[in-house]
Nanobody
Framework: QVQLVESGGGMVQPGGSLRLSCAAS????????IGWFRQAPEKGREAVSC????????IYAAFVKGRFIISKDSAMNTVYLQMNNLIPDDSARYYC?????????????????????WGQGTQVDVSS
């Protein structure tokens, strides 16, 4: 199973930007669609964005559409999440994980069934 390591989080002011990285090992991301998820204290985990391997299409949750951009560098076997115009509600720990290819092809980010290799994630704090 693919192993993923997140990095790039930090503390920024509202309106600022961050770029998160999800570095993969063990498998090529050409065969694994990857999604970004986040979890804030006392809140459930929510899907933020994912990228389909079928056609490279990008899927975004409504609350980040127009502000975040997901991309993949196959040579680096890494998926990125460029986060712009950050708001305090974006504060959370961000994780990357495999998603199901079928759902991604239909425009949904669904966690790969049985995936339990969550990494440390990377913390994002947006505050003035």
């Amino acid at each position: 199973q693919v192993q993923l390591v997140e990095s790039g989080g930090g503390m920024v002011q509202p309106g600022g930007s961050l770029r998160l990285s999800c570095a993969a090992s063990g498998e090529t991301l050409d065969y694994w669609p990857i999604g970004w998820f986040r979890q804030a204290p006392e809140k459930g985990r929510e899907a933020v964005s994912c990228i389909s391997i079928n056609d490279g299409s990008e899927i975004y949750a409504a609350f980040v559409k127009g502000r975040f951009i997901i991309s993949k560098d196959s040579a680096m076997n890494t998926v990125y999440l460029q986060m712009n115009n950050l708001i305090p509600d974006d504060s959370a720990r961000y994780y990357c994980a495999p998603v199901t290819a079928a759902a991604a092809a239909q425009g949904r980010c669904e966690l790969y069934p049985g995936y339990d290799r969550w990494g440390q994630g990377t913390q994002v704090d947006v505050s003035s």
